[in-house]
């Protein structure tokens, strides 16, 4: 891993260090980065925010805000709502200018860890309606309102120490108005070569972003996922050290059955108990959570 300096992560209008999980790319490990990145902060203490962007919805499914699951009617999942297809208000409705809920808020469709035993931290569920957003937000303003939501909320009195955002696997709406209200974008790639053309064009968009909106966007670490000890793998790692490892720390994350496993049972890694051992991906999380702290300067709180 690339030691970077302390406090090289942008502080946003918010105050909150909020951090997208981006790559254009689907299946390279973007909402299983967000997932256990969230619950490794709140595993040391910290107050965690999760904003699930994609209208796949994998994250607010996989943390169990889906349909039940009727072939377990014992899963502790179970008490959580089915936040998917409600008729009430939804991100969408928060995002664009719809005069029917005109003045929905983050905080009135929240999901809160307090309530539910089975959530470590706060979540903005995703909603089928989100596949709309295409058709709904088509002004400049539609990028704006993911920023404009999060100031609000602090101004409702909301304190987060991280807000962390799930983006879809495209270079939508959405995306862009991840990046513009997290101003720090975590990159989850596989290490293969087909990669380092996704995260070039990535690149390009956020340099786009940056101009167009006369910001600065910091990378603050890079998950090489799936990462295998063979010439592919250490073919994209040279080429990424080459162009962003000044920037960023670079995490080795292998095929692990446990990833894969305790995503098939709604859980993140720090719950997620079986016969083998989790350490190796607890502590591989727990480093990205530590990289987060010393991005922003946060005290760290000592587990
Ligand atoms: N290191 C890994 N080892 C095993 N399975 C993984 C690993 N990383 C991701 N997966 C699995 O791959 C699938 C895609 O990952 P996901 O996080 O949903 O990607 P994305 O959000 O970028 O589309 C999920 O089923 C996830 O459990
Ligand atoms: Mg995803």
Request: proline content about 5%; charged content about 25%.
């Amino acid at each position: 891993m690339t030691e970077s300096p302390r406090g090289w992560g942008v502080t946003p209008s918010t105050g909150i260090p909020t951090i997208a999980f981006g790559n254009q790319k689907g299946g390279t490990g973007k909402t299983t980065a967000t997932i256990n990145s969230a619950a490794a902060l709140a595993s040391r203490d910290h107050d965690v925010l999760a904003i699930d962007m994609d209208p796949q919805a994998d994250m607010t499914k996989g943390l169990g805000l889906g349909p039940g699951d009727d072939n377990d009617p014992s899963s502790p999942k179970n008490d959580l709502p089915n936040t998917l297809a409600t008729d009430d208000a939804n991100l969408l409705d928060v995002l664009v200018d719809n005069p029917r809920t005109d003045d929905t808020t983050l905080s009135e469709i929240m999901i809160h860890s307090d309530e539910y035993e089975h959530l470590n931290f706060d979540l903005v569920p995703s909603h089928k309606d989100m596949g709309l957003a295409r058709d709904w937000m088509d002004d400049a303003g539609a990028r704006l309102s993911l920023k404009v939501a999060l100031e609000e909320l602090v101004d409702d009195g909301y304190d987060y120490d991280f807000i962390l955002i799930d983006c879809p696997p495209d270079l939508s709406v959405l995306t862009d108005a991840a990046f513009i209200a997290a101003q720090n974008v975590f990159l989850a790639a596989q290490t293969q070569a087909t990669s380092r053309d996704a995260l070039d064009d990535l690149w390009d968009q956020l340099e786009s972003i940056e101009d167009n909106q006369q910001i600065e966007i910091a990378i603050v670490g890079l998950l090489a996922n799936m990462y295998r000890d063979d010439g592919q793998s250490q073919k994209f790692l040279d080429a990424f050290d080459e162009s962003y490892a000044s920037l960023a720390p670079i995490f080795k994350l292998p095929m692990r059955v446990a990833i894969q496993r305790a995503w098939d049972n709604g859980c993140d890694i720090f719950e997620w108990e079986d016969a083998n051992d989790q350490q190796v991906e607890r502590d591989l999380f727990l480093e990205v959570a530590e990289t987060m702290e010393r991005a922003f300067d946060k005290t760290q709180v000592e587990v």
